[in-house]
T-cell receptor, first 115, second 113 residues
Framework: ETGVTQTPRHLVMGMTNKKSLKCEQH?????MYWYKQSAKKPLELMFV???????ENNSVPSRFSPECPNSSHLFLHLHTLQPEDSALYLC??????????????FGDGTRLSIL | QKEVEQNSGPLSVPEGAIASLNCTYS??????FFWYRQYSGKSPELIMS??SNGDKEDGRFTAQLNKASQYVSLLIRDSQPSDSATYLC?????????????WGLGTSLAVNP
């Protein structure tokens, strides 16, 4: 098993659909992250879960809803997305605790396209 | 606004040369710095971390940190075509009530055979 696994790798959805992105880490980490990566923009931190508690919501629209049932799994539930939400969505993990100082390990990402 | 700045490039070097990538950051209190490599269509991969002033070497890679001047650099010796990628700099900066990793835009490196 690779360290951080994301599914699906590619997702095409209409603006009225509901879908979920899944992330699983096998590194024994306690912090997990969702990032959005768009062309010509820096990585945008969306959400942070530290020991299963959400510690960061970076002003993300409510059409993105995260869920972290345990330290190994992270979901991003999507509904009524907009075309500008098309991007690469990356999951990452780190040791946890003082997460703001730690290196993060990334999954391969989900390439999301909104029609 | 806390920032990490990188020259977007592209930086083009011949095979076997030294590639030098630079990054500046805005927060004097920053303590953790990371370099990631991202191939086109792939996710970022951690290649170096540095926490103290000076140089840190790992194989062909050397990270250099100068906190007084607020810059961190990455040197790649004996550059290979397989090093062609975008290199992302990240720094632990104070943002709001938290300290978090802030990312640069990345520098595109092309190593020419």
């Amino acid at each position: 098993e690779t360290g951080v696994t994301q599914t699906p790798r590619h997702l095409v959805m209409g603006m009225t659909n509901k879908k979920s992105l899944k992330c699983e880490q096998h590194l024994g980490h306690n912090a997990m992250y969702w990032y959005k990566q768009s062309a010509k923009k820096p990585l945008e931190l969306m959400f942070v879960y530290n020991f299963k508690e959400q510690t960061e919501n970076n002003s993300v629209p409510s059409r993105f809803s995260p869920e972290c049932p345990n330290s190994s799994h992270l979901f991003l539930h999507l509904h009524t997305l907009q075309p500008e939400d098309s991007a690469l969505y990356l999951c990452a993990s780190s040791l946890g605790g003082a997460w703001g100082y730690q290196p993060q390990h990334f999954g391969d990402g989900t390439r999301l396209s909104i029609l | 606004q806390k920032e990490v700045e990188q020259n977007s490039g592209p930086l083009s070097v011949p095979e076997g040369a030294i590639a030098s990538l630079n990054c500046t950051y805005s927060d004097r209190g920053s303590q953790s710095f990371f370099w990631y490599r991202q191939y086109s269509g792939k996710s970022p991969e951690l290649i170096m971390s540095i926490y103290s002033n000076g140089d840190k070497e790992d194989g062909r890679f050397t990270a250099q940190l100068n906190k007084a001047s607020q810059y961190v650099s990455l040197l790649i010796r004996d550059s290979q075509p397989s090093d062609s990628a975008t290199y992302l700099c990240a720094a632990s900066l104070e943002a709001g009530n938290n300290r978090k990793l802030i990312w640069g835009l990345g520098t595109s490196l092309a190593v020419n055979p």
